[in-house]
Nanobody, 123 residues
Framework: LYFVESGGGLVHTGGSMKLSCVGS????????IAWFRRAPGKEREGIAC?????????YADSVKGRFAVSVDLASHNTIFLQMNNLKPEDTGTYYC????????????????WGQGTQVTVSS
């Protein structure tokens, strides 16, 4: 299973952006899918996770209340990350991946990464 991220770009502070994460399998079943980001000069951090069995998402404090993760109910193989009220510190490369536990949100780093999509928030 691998993912392709898209939707990144340049946005001003306070703007919004929606990222997409398409899985290579026909359906993502009940996996837990997480979004990570890597800010310049920093380690990758988990910012949002959606276990498809419960759809009870978890968020890092840094994005809580501003970001929302959801699944495309039609395809069930696409995960979205809606980002609102963006800040310059949200700048980074965004990745999605299946949680290493498969079905729960641990925010552990997976072994493999996709290309990611670059998000730049200008001040």
């Amino acid at each position: 299973l691998y993912f392709v991220e898209s939707g990144g770009g340049l946005v001003h502070t306070g703007g919004s952006m929606k990222l997409s994460c398409v899985g290579s399998e026909r359906t993502l079943r009940d996996y837990a899918i997480a979004w990570f980001r890597r800010a310049p000069g920093k380690e990758r951090e988990g910012i949002a996770c959606l276990p498809l069995s419960t759809r009870n998402a978890s968020y890092a404090d840094s994005v809580k209340g501003r970001f929302a993760v959801s699944v495309d109910l039609a395809s069930h193989n696409t995960i979205f990350l809606q980002m609102n009220n963006l800040k310059p510190e949200d700048t980074g490369t965004y990745y999605c991946a299946r949680d290493p536990t498969f079905y729960h949100c641990s925010f552990a780093l997976p072994d493999h990464w996709g290309q990611g999509t670059q998000v730049t928030v200008s001040s």
